[in-house]
């Protein structure tokens, strides 16, 4: 059984910075990739990152390239998300999301991913 559980959300202003965790417990399933996804206020939700568990490739949205990085702690089990010059247009809940193995490509489609935290609110002000 697979929990994710989101943490370090808050509210900054615009320039500052933010870093995200999650927390994976995995008793019989293992991970093939974890992402981050975000859904503002009357928005569709929107891949933002993810990573390979093994071999740690990464994939980002264009939003996010060269001021999100992802990464992910084997020993601790957790996934980050270190953001930097936020952005109000960054605004939004972000969920942490996992995907068992399978032969799905990793991707930032929502659809593929398994499991699913309950997110963490992350408000950037002008």
């Known amino acids: 059984q697979l929990q994710l559980v989101e943490s370090g959300g808050g509210s900054v202003q615009a320039g500052g910075s933010l870093r995200l965790s999650c927390a994976g417990s995995l008793y019989t399933s293992s991970t093939k990739c974890m992402a981050w996804f975000r859904q503002g206020s009357g928005q569709e939700r929107e891949g933002v990152a993810t990573?390979?568990?093994?071999?740690?490739?990464?994939v980002y949205a264009e939003s996010a390239k060269g001021r999100f990085t992802i990464s992910q702690d084997y020993a601790e089990n957790t996934v980050a998300l270190q953001m930097y010059g936020l952005k109000p247009e960054d605004t939004a809940m972000y969920y942490c999301?996992?995907?068992?193995?399978?032969?799905?490509?990793?991707?930032?489609?929502?659809?593929?991913?398994?499991?699913w935290g309950q997110g963490t609110q992350v408000t950037v002000s002008s």
């Open positions: 990573i390979y568990s093994r071999g740690g490739r990464t």
């Open positions: 999301a996992a995907k068992t193995y399978g032969l799905d490509t990793c991707s930032l489609e929502a659809m593929v991913y398994d499991y």
